[in-house]
């Protein structure tokens, strides 16, 4: 069962790794990344609260909510992008069977090379 959208963005609040697709062997599904989708498709209605999350969310947090904001809104996402460029706080990536630690700024600035 999906979650609603008020308990997608307190999953994201709290959010521990960045996934936005299966994880490890088995291919597992990240109640984080569910709840990516979910506020995802609540569509532009979300977009205070993610705009809000860019300040209080954990790092994971806080990239889960730049790139639901590129989703829903390109112009607030561009602007959160570019906030996080100096965030020097480390989070978790994971990427089928990889998994990477860097800076949420690292991962800001990667994004806006490929806008």
């Known amino acids: 069962m999906k979650p609603s959208v008020d308990q997608a963005l307190e999953v994201l609040s709290r959010a521990g790794m960045v996934a936005f ?9 990240l109640p984080e ?21 860019l300040s209080s969310a954990t790092p994971a ?8 904001l590129d989703r829903v809104a390109p112009d ?7 906030r996080l460029v100096g965030d020097l706080s480390e989070v978790t990536t994971a990427s089928g069977c990889v998994i990477d630690r860097r800076t949420v700024g690292d991962y800001a600035t990667d994004q806006l090379a490929q806008t």
């Open 76 to 82: 607030a996402g561009l602007a959160a992008w570019r």
């Open 61 to 68: 947090g806080r990239i889960y909510a730049a790139t639901a």
């Open 21 to 29: 697709g299966g994880v490890g062997f088995a291919g597992s599904t």
């Open 33 to 53: 990344t569910t709840a990516f989708e979910v506020v995802v498709a609540s569509g532009p209605d979300a977009r205070p609260d993610l705009e809000a999350l």
